[in-house]
């Protein structure tokens, strides 16, 4: 199963990034369906998409991130991307929105406001374990079936979830788009650490990195699905029991949007298909 949720994930990232591209549009009669290939922006994700390919079968370092560099210059020399007037900028206050959390916590005193969180607490934690159980999948750091420090892992995520309430930010936590980072070799924690200082120096340039559009870095969710998919060697095809699971698993993904609930659709149906096949 944790093969079938890592390769899941990285469908589910592919699908986002063809959706971010244009390449797939939503569609009334088909749910979805291939986008115009009039479209400039478009081009923008190909081109890229191509480049960062050569440059990964031919084995160039920081493939994925001079793939996206060079798709933003195309972007800008057809016209595409705008070229920022500035380059530097300060962030915003945090004042209106700093603390709000703790000065309505006493909101929650009626029976569906603890039903909304607790709802919210069983998505959020559904999607967290699916996503380290997929992110450790990929860098190898699953043994035995077991994940070391998944302790340690949870409760970092639910600090920072805490943490980014106070701050009055959207959830902060652990997010799919990391496999970015450990397909080009990132492993450890120090990588976290660089990442965290390069986004806190990324807030003065934020008009620099607006040319980093949806289009431009959509290659690379791309490119990291492709990766993941890759355990899908490892499901055992030829076991019903295991592959229907699996199945409902990498499908449920990217058509509900939500890793929690196609885990879910092969949680429910796993004990199932193993009590039919005498396994339990």
Known sequence: MKFAISSGIGLFIAFLGLQ???????????????????????????????????????????????GMVFAAIFGIVIGQIAVPTKFISFAPSLKPIFGQAIYHIGDINTVQMVVVVLTFLLVTFFDTAGTL?????????????KMPRVGKALAADSTAMMAGS????SPVGAFVESSSGIAVGGRTGLTAVFISIFFLISMLF??????????????AL???GVLMAQNTAHI???????????????????L?????????????????????????
């Not at 291939?34 to 998409?49: D, K, Q, R, Y």
């Not at 159980?133 to 035995?144: E, P, W």
């Not at 295991?242 to 499908?251: D, E, M, R, T, Y």
């Not at 879910?264 to 199932?272: E, V």
């Open 166 to 169: 106070v701050l009055g930010t």
């Open 236 to 254: 055992h095809w030829d076991r019903l029991e295991i592959a229907v699971p699996a199945f409902l698993i990498l499908l449920g993904m990217p």
């Open 256 to 280: 509900t949007y939500s890793i929690s609930d196609g885990i879910s659709l092969g949680m429910i149906t796993y004990p199932i298909c193993m009590i039919a096949a005498k396994k339990i």
């Open 133 to 145: 159980i997929g992110l450790a999948q990929q860098a190898g750091f699953i043994k035995n079936n």
């Open 206 to 219: 934020s008009p620099l990195l607006s040319i980093f559009t949806a289009q431009v870095t959509a290659p």
């Open 20 to 66: 971010n591209s244009g390449m797939i549009v939503g569609n009334k009669a088909t749910l979805v369906s291939i986008g115009s290939l009039e479209n400039p922006l478009v081009w923008i994700t190909i081109f890229g998409l191509l480049l960062t390919v050569v440059l990964m079968i031919l084995n160039i370092p920081g493939s994925i991130f001079i």
């Open 222 to 224: 791309i490119i990291v």
